[in-house]
C-alpha cells in the first residue's frame, strides 16, 4: 500500500444545519448588522477584529490565532444559484454538485476514484462518524466509515488470532461471489472484502499515535484526533470527512452557536497543532461548509433558514485572506432576506481539486468553474 507521506490530504468538517454567516464573520461596523439583528448579534467590543470591516465570532479565538499567521483563507458570499432553504435539497447539492438537479454521485466520491482509480486502497477516503455522507457516495468506491476508531473494526472484541481469523473469513463467505456471475451479490463480495480489510488496517491506527497535544473531550475534538491517527499511521488515506453541530439556530442561538464555534475552533487548533508537531502542516488543509446561511433579520432568540454563506479554509499551504465580496446588508441587494450569493461553491472545489488533489475538476463538479488563489504554490 502507498503511504499518504508526503502527498497532499484533504479534511472536510461539514457544519450540519446551516451555520449563521453573518454571526461568523461579523460586518462589525454596518450600522444595518444591529439593525437587523437586534436581539441575536454580537456585540462589537467582543467581535475579533480582522480588519476594519470584519471580524470573527468572540468563540473563534483559536481560528483568530491561526487568521494572525496567514494560515485561513474566508470565501465570503459563497453559494450557489436559486438557493434552496431546504436542509436536504442544499445538502444534496453541496455534496454532489449538481444545484439543478439530483445527483447521483459525490463529488468526493469521484475525486477518489480519480486518486485511486484502480480501488487498490480502500482506505483512499474515510468518513467520521455515523452512516456515509453523500459527497462520499460513488458507485465502484469503498469509503470506510467509522463511529468510534477505538473499538472499529470487525469482531475487535476477538484476542485470540486464530478465532478472528475464522470470524473474518466467515463474514466474507457469506458475501462470496455467487455462481453465474450475479452483479448483486458479486458487488456485495466486493463490499464484505472491502470492509473487512479496512476494519483490519485501521484498527491498528490508535496503537500507533503518539502526541503531546490534548484533545478536547467532545465529539468535533475526538473526531480530528481519529483523522490525525488515521493520517500519521500512514495507510494512504487523502480524504478525510467529518462533520458537527447541529447548527440550526431557530431559537436560543448566540449560546448554541457560541458552544459550537467554541468546539470547531478548539479541535482545529488542537489539529494543527497536532499537524506541526508531526511536521505534516503543509500535506494537509480543512475546508470547513455549511449547507446554507441564515435569514438577516432574527425572529427575536434565533435566525431561520437563508442562504449565502461562508466557507473556510485552513492549513500551512493556505493563503490566508478574503475571497469572494462580502455580500451586502443593503434592502434592494438582498435576495428575498437573505445574504446573496456571489460566488459559486463549485469554483472553491475546482481549486481544492486541481491545485491541491491534482485531479481534473470539470468531470467532478459538473462543469468549468473560475478558480481562486487561496492554494500556495
Given at each position: 500500500?502507498?503511504?499518504?507521506?508526503?502527498?497532499?490530504s484533504?479534511?472536510?468538517?461539514?457544519?450540519s444545519g446551516?451555520?449563521?454567516?453573518?454571526?461568523?464573520?461579523?460586518?462589525?461596523n454596518?450600522?444595518?448588522?444591529?439593525?437587523?439583528r437586534?436581539?441575536?448579534?454580537?456585540?462589537?467590543?467582543?467581535?475579533?477584529?480582522?480588519?476594519?470591516?470584519?471580524?470573527l465570532?468572540?468563540?473563534?479565538?483559536p481560528?483568530?490565532?491561526?487568521?494572525?499567521?496567514?494560515?485561513v483563507?474566508?470565501?465570503?458570499?459563497?453559494?450557489?444559484?436559486?438557493?434552496?432553504?431546504?436542509?436536504?435539497?442544499?445538502?444534496?447539492?453541496?455534496?454532489?454538485?449538481?444545484?439543478?438537479?439530483?445527483?447521483?454521485?459525490?463529488?468526493?466520491?469521484r475525486a477518489?476514484?480519480?486518486?485511486?482509480?484502480?480501488?487498490?486502497n480502500?482506505?483512499?477516503?474515510?468518513?467520521?462518524?455515523?452512516?456515509?455522507?453523500r459527497?462520499?457516495?460513488c458507485?465502484?468506491?469503498?469509503?470506510a466509515?467509522?463511529?468510534?476508531?477505538a473499538?472499529?473494526?470487525?469482531?475487535?472484541?476477538?484476542?485470540?488470532a486464530?478465532?478472528?481469523?475464522?470470524?473474518?473469513?466467515?463474514f466474507?463467505?457469506m458475501?462470496?461471489?455467487?455462481?453465474?456471475?450475479?452483479?448483486?451479490?458479486?458487488?456485495?463480495?466486493?463490499?464484505?472484502?472491502?470492509?473487512?480489510?479496512?476494519?483490519?488496517?485501521?484498527?491498528?491506527?490508535?496503537e500507533?499515535?503518539?502526541?503531546s497535544?490534548?484533545?478536547?473531550n467532545?465529539?468535533?475534538?475526538?473526531?480530528?484526533?481519529?483523522?490525525?491517527?488515521?493520517?500519521?499511521?500512514?495507510l494512504?488515506?487523502?480524504?478525510?470527512?467529518t462533520?458537527?453541530?447541529?447548527f440550526?439556530?431557530?431559537?436560543g442561538?448566540?449560546?448554541?452557536?457560541?458552544?459550537?464555534?467554541r468546539?470547531?475552533?478548539?479541535a482545529?487548533?488542537?489539529?494543527?497543532?497536532?499537524?506541526?508537531?508531526?511536521g505534516?502542516?503543509?500535506?494537509?488543509?480543512?475546508?470547513?461548509?455549511?449547507?446554507?446561511?441564515?435569514?438577516?433579520?432574527?425572529?427575536?432568540?434565533?435566525?431561520?433558514?437563508?442562504?449565502?454563506?461562508?466557507?473556510f479554509v485552513?492549513?500551512?499551504?493556505?493563503?490566508?485572506?478574503?475571497?469572494?465580496?462580502?455580500?451586502?446588508?443593503?434592502?434592494?441587494?438582498?435576495?428575498?432576506?437573505?445574504?446573496?450569493?456571489?460566488?459559486?461553491f463549485?469554483?472553491?472545489y475546482?481549486?481544492?481539486?486541481?491545485?491541491?488533489?491534482?485531479?481534473?475538476?470539470?468531470?467532478?463538479?459538473?462543469?468549468?468553474?473560475?478558480?481562486?488563489?487561496?492554494?500556495?504554490k
Amino acid at each position: 500500500m502507498v503511504a499518504s507521506q508526503g502527498k497532499p490530504s484533504l479534511v472536510v468538517i461539514q457544519l450540519s444545519g446551516g451555520n449563521d454567516c453573518l454571526n461568523t464573520v461579523i460586518p462589525y461596523n454596518q450600522g444595518l448588522y444591529y439593525d437587523f439583528r437586534p436581539s441575536v448579534r454580537v456585540n462589537p467590543d467582543q467581535i475579533l477584529k480582522l480588519d476594519d470591516q470584519l471580524g470573527l465570532n468572540p468563540s473563534m479565538a483559536p481560528i483568530k490565532r491561526l487568521w494572525d499567521e496567514g494560515k485561513v483563507a474566508i470565501i465570503n458570499g459563497i453559494g450557489y444559484p436559486n438557493p434552496n432553504r431546504s436542509h436536504f435539497r442544499s445538502m444534496d447539492i453541496w455534496h454532489t454538485a449538481e444545484p439543478s438537479k439530483v445527483g447521483t454521485e459525490g463529488w468526493l466520491g469521484r475525486a477518489i476514484r480519480e486518486l485511486d482509480p484502480r480501488g487498490e486502497n480502500v482506505l483512499t477516503g474515510v468518513n467520521f462518524g455515523r452512516g456515509l455522507p453523500r459527497a462520499l457516495g460513488c458507485k465502484g468506491v469503498p469509503v470506510a466509515s467509522v463511529g468510534n476508531l477505538a473499538t472499529y473494526g470487525l469482531y475487535p472484541d476477538l484476542q485470540d488470532a486464530w478465532l478472528r481469523r475464522y470470524a473474518l473469513d466467515c463474514f466474507k463467505q457469506m458475501y462470496g461471489v455467487a455462481e453465474g456471475g450475479d452483479m448483486v451479490m458479486d458487488f456485495l463480495s466486493r463490499t464484505g472484502e472491502d470492509a473487512a480489510k479496512g476494519a483490519d488496517i485501521l484498527r491498528t491506527a490508535p496503537e500507533k499515535y503518539s502526541s503531546s497535544v490534548e484533545y478536547a473531550n467532545n465529539p468535533m475534538a475526538q473526531s480530528l484526533k481519529s483523522v490525525a491517527q488515521v493520517m500519521f499511521a500512514d495507510l494512504g488515506t487523502r480524504i478525510y470527512y467529518t462533520q458537527h453541530g447541529s447548527f440550526d439556530t431557530h431559537a436560543g442561538e448566540l449560546e448554541t452557536h457560541s458552544r459550537l464555534w467554541r468546539e470547531v475552533s478548539g479541535a482545529i487548533s488542537d489539529f494543527m497543532d497536532d499537524l506541526q508537531e508531526h511536521g505534516r502542516e503543509d500535506e494537509v488543509i480543512i475546508f470547513l461548509f455549511s449547507e446554507f446561511g441564515r435569514r438577516i433579520r432574527d425572529n427575536g432568540s434565533g435566525t431561520d433558514h437563508g442562504s449565502g454563506g461562508v466557507a473556510f479554509v485552513i492549513g500551512g499551504m493556505v493563503k490566508g485572506g478574503f475571497y469572494g465580496e462580502y455580500p451586502s446588508l443593503e434592502p434592494e441587494k438582498q435576495l428575498d432576506g437573505d445574504l446573496h450569493f456571489n460566488n459559486d461553491f463549485r469554483m472553491t472545489y475546482s481549486t481544492i481539486l486541481e491545485q491541491w488533489l491534482g485531479v481534473e475538476a470539470a468531470p467532478i463538479v459538473n462543469g468549468h468553474f473560475e478558480q481562486l488563489d487561496f492554494i500556495r504554490k
